[in-house]
């Protein structure tokens, strides 16, 4: 099995239902690659539903990706399907009927002794039908309702070039986890990712310096005023890194949650006495 702290980069966490616009094709495969490493980490069952018609196409992307995703799907951990077949299965969608699938899926991976499903969907297989499009927003609502279960995660991957701004705006909405397109930058470089959730930036991976120079680009443009970030997920982070969050003007920083190795980082920048930055809860003395 892979190790937890030698996993795929995903800012989504268990029970969650994450949406992801691609700001680029070639983004697909990053995020894909990313979110099977995750599944097999927690021991989840990996299912991909995947737009390609001959899905042997894209495993084989991903297994130059990573050797550990072809040993996984090998094994029958990661299994990948046609989109269209699953969500369009006698040529119509039909939202309630798609959440009973995620959820006899989730019920197989447990029974198989699987820790849970993972599972992520290409979404573009709907734009070809107008009733499809139209039920696209009800359907993420209702998938947004019925989870919670740490045993499942779910992921939608939308292309902007392929959708309405509009709809693309509702459907976002309808998920706890947004990675909108303008965060994609965070990600190619590094391991480090991210996500907008509950009004915050969630970042997940390592902040280093690696990362830390496209992590201040993005927040220079997107995020220029005070910042809210979620910092749960840092597995590890440097002091470039952190310098990045503060911005090149100082902006002001609430840090709603936060890892030990950031917790650490905090001390040792004296950051807990800066009335210009909140932890919250704050930082135990030493």
Do not use: K
């Amino acid at each position: 099995m892979v190790r937890p702290d030698d996993a795929g980069v995903v800012a989504v966490r268990p029970g969650e239902h994450a949406c992801v616009r691609l700001a680029e094709t070639a983004d697909r495969a990053r995020v894909a690659a990313g979110f099977m490493l995750d599944g097999i980490a927690r021991g989840n069952r990996v299912v991909y539903l995947c737009d390609d018609d001959d899905p042997g196409t894209f495993a084989r992307d991903l297994v130059r990706r990573d050797p550990r995703i072809a040993a996984a799907h090998a094994a029958g951990q990661v299994e990948l399907r046609v989109a269209r077949d699953v969500y369009m299965p006698d040529g119509r969608f039909d939202p309630g009927r798609m959440i009973e699938f995620g959820a006899r899926e989730r019920r197989a991976s447990l029974d198989a002794g699987h820790r849970g499903l993972s599972i992520a969907g290409d979404m573009t297989w709907a734009v070809d039908d107008s009733d499809a499009v139209g039920a696209l927003v009800q359907y993420e609502r209702a998938l947004d309702r019925t989870l919670g279960d740490p045993s499942m995660i779910n992921l939608c991957l939308y292309d902007p070039s392929r959708f309405e701004n509009g709809l693309l705006t509702e459907i976002a909405a309808a998920h706890a986890v947004d990675v909108a397109p303008e965060l994609a930058p965070i990600g190619r470089l590094g391991r480090l990712a991210a996500a907008r959730t509950n009004g915050a930036l969630r970042l997940a991976g390592d902040l280093d310096f690696v990362s830390a120079e496209a992590l201040a680009d993005v927040l220079e443009v997107h995020f220029p005023g005070p910042l809210e970030v979620d910092l749960a997920g840092l597995r590890f982070v440097d002091v470039i890194g952190m310098r990045a969050l503060r911005g090149r003007r100082g902006r002001q920083l609430t840090i709603v949650d936060a890892s030990s190795a950031v917790r650490r980082l905090v001390e040792l920048l004296a950051w807990s006495g800066d009335p210009g930055i909140t932890v919250s809860p704050a930082v135990p003395p030493p």
